[in-house]
């Protein structure tokens, strides 16, 4: 049985100090029907308005009563978590007013921390500029065309913006990450407009960057758009429906996802020998899936796909310690606890349990899922997943598996291999890992600091020498997909056990063969940076400024369109109803009256709004 999380204490949500400016606007009210009830929720700042200037040396702050919290810190500083300018427990009050603020136009870091009920601290931080009457009227430029939030409408696009107030140059940067600069990056002078050429083609977020120079300081404004081509559902709408149905071609997530990149001729890390032999260069792989049943239980991950039509439920939270980091939506599960990892036998299990949504193409996974007699489903953390963008999920945040990563993108699929090509990486799990992790991934579950142990969302390949011609054909296609797209760390468990889907057509003999294939054969791909608690990256969280509903009051079932407007998001969703969305509108249908929740979310956190409709 696999070992899901080392050490709960080094589990803490924490958005770590914000490098960016935003506007954040949350409303923290109880949703009625909301499926995370009793959800913890941090104090979130309102004023003044984070990354703003502040207007004299002596500031009141305030901020949000956050949900299930019982105190409150705040602490300013000249940098990131530093408390030399102010410091104080703030008991449940919700502002402060803090006097001889700096004058010089320094950058203030303001950390605000929540103390929720069970005692782990939340923690907000933002950055606003020190009161200076030279510059205390100056206003940074905002983008006036493409309109934010909205579609690009190709690879070439010309961005406007307006002069703002007392700005002397401007630089615009653009990449696939909250403030990236992988697509583009330019001083542009005093011009207000550039064109910004290659940017992608296939659906996925751009995130936008422009910076207007104040009196010496750069002051950033942030916004995200969709790239052209298509983020229709139509590969999607393809994919069969039913347990474990073949996805008929169709590949989650865009072409340019960690997951479906081609490593074959990436460089090799420097540390792979090292790696390598900590985890020992004798275990054989061992494909932990197959036909038929093993001590009483499937063996494999199953997953099942389901059209519009199956209703969204309400997810019971489990405890444990990791809801918080999930998703807390209602979710698209049907009544079949066949579709729970270990079926039959599944207590004591990691108990996964993943759904595909036919045509709306979203994911949404259960770790430690359970369903009762009734239907009712219960998990310990729920997440969703956009198959058609490159999602990013908070920093230091889990998921359904360990390493803060989607399940079911690296399972090994017999619809694939009956195809004849895997096109994406593998997931597979080790039984020592390091306190540490690298992108993808976004989370580790050790308090092991050797640097020879494996972080989380490390990327091995199979070497290119090693010869496959000597295995049967299913098995080329896999080892095959070990070379060309490699294998991912995703879980703490028995070392180098590959994942699959449970199906009575696999040959448990021939799969066995794997088990010839040994860690040696193996070699880690390039890691880039690797965080571990002392540089996990640090930013500010979505903002939303907008939410509302096309009617306020209406008659039950009547349909309501949904509308916000939001900018830095990775990712959203809405509960009760709606589930994971795009754009920036969704139409529901209440049958009693509801508040909808909208949580945008992003690597460095996730800010929340409500609008309620009242049914008459």
Not at 27 to 45: H, I, P, R, Y
Not at 86 to 94: D, P, R, V, Y
Not at 241 to 260: C, H, R
Not at 375 to 384: A, P, T
Request: glycine share 10%; net charge negative; hydrophobic share 35%.
């Amino acid at each position: 049985m696999k070992s899901r999380f080392l050490s709960p204490a080094f589990l803490a949500c924490n958005p770590l100090p914000a490098l960016i400016l935003g506007v954040v606007l949350v409303a923290t009210v109880v949703v009625e029907g909301c499926a995370l009830a009793g959800a913890t929720t941090a104090a979130t700042m309102t004023s003044p308005t984070p990354g703003t200037t502040l207007t004299g040396t002596t500031v009141t702050f305030s901020w949000t009563a956050g949900t299930r919290v019982r105190g409150y810190t705040l602490a300013i500083g000249s940098s990131a978590g530093a408390t030399d300018v102010f410091s104080a427990n703030e008991g449940t009050k919700l502002s402060q007013t803090v006097s001889t603020l700096p004058s010089d136009s320094r950058t203030l870091y303001v950390t605000l921390k929540s103390q929720a009920n069970n005692g782990r601290w939340w923690t907000n931080s933002y950055t606003y500029t020190a009161y200076s009457a030279s510059i205390s009227t100056n206003t940074p430029a905002t983008m006036t065309s493409p309109v934010a939030g909205s579609t690009l409408n190709g690879a070439s696009v010309s961005f406007t913006w307006s002069t703002g107030s007392g700005a002397t140059q401007y630089s615009l940067s653009a990449g696939s990450t909250l403030g990236g600069s992988n697509y583009f990056s330019a001083n542009e002078g005093a011009s207000t407009s550039a064109t910004v050429n290659n940017l992608p083609s296939d659906g996925s977020t751009v995130y936008v960057r422009l910076g207007s120079m104040l009196s010496g300081t750069w002051v950033y404004n942030d916004y995200t758009y969709t790239a052209a081509g298509t983020t229709s559902t139509a590969g999607c709408g393809g994919i069969s429906t039913g347990p474990n149905a073949s996805l008929n071609g169709f590949v989650p997530f865009p072409a340019s996802n960690p997951w479906n990149t081609d490593i074959s001729s990436a460089s090799v890390d420097p540390n792979s020998p090292a790696i390598m032999s900590y985890i020992g260069a004798s275990i054989g792989l061992h494909p932990d899936f197959g036909a038929g049943e093993y001590n009483g239980s499937y063996m494999g991950i199953p997953y099942q796909v389901v059209d519009s039509t199956q209703a969204m439920l309400n997810i019971g939270g489990t405890g444990g310690g990791y809801w918080d980091e999930g998703d807390p939506s209602q979710m698209p599960f049907p009544n079949n606890a066949a579709i729970i990892e270990g079926y039959p036998n599944y207590a004591g299990t990691d108990a996964h349990a993943l759904v595909l949504q036919k045509g709306n193409c979203f994911l949404y996974e259960l770790y430690h899922a359970s369903v009762d007699s009734s239907g009712n489903w219960s998990g310990e953390v729920g997440v969703i997943w956009d198959l058609l963008n490159g999602e990013q999920r908070p920093y230091t945040w889990t998921s359904a598996d360990a390493a803060g990563l989607p399940v079911f993108p690296g399972l090994v699929r017999y619809d694939e291999v009956a195809a004849g090509q895997i096109k994406h990486a593998l997931r597979f799990t080790l039984s020592r890992t390091r306190e540490a992790f690298v992108p993808p991934a976004t989370h580790w579950a050790s308090t092991n600091t050797s640097t020879s142990a494996p972080p989380m969302g490390m990327r091995v390949r199979l070497k290119a020498s090693f010869d496959v011609s000597e295995f049967s054909a299913a098995n080329q296609v896999i080892l095959n997909a070990m070379k060309k797209y490699g294998m991912i760390l995703a879980d703490n468990g028995s070392s180098m056990y590959v994942s699959g889907t449970p199906d009575d057509r696999w040959n448990n003999s021939d799969l066995h063969q794997l088990s010839g294939v040994t860690a040696s054969n193996f070699e880690v791909v390039q890691m880039g940076t690797i965080y571990t608690p002392s540089n996990v990256p640090s930013g500010s969280a979505p903002s939303i400024s907008s939410l509302s509903a096309s009617a306020g009051t209406v008659a039950a079932g009547t349909p309501v369109t949904l509308t916000w407007n939001v900018t830095g998001a990775s990712y959203l969703f809405i509960s009760p109803q709606a589930g994971g969305v795009r754009g920036n509108s969704v139409t529901v249908t209440p049958t009693q009256t509801t508040t909808y929740m909208l949580y945008a979310n992003n690597q460095y956190g996730r800010t929340t709004a409500t609008v309620t409709v009242n049914v008459q």
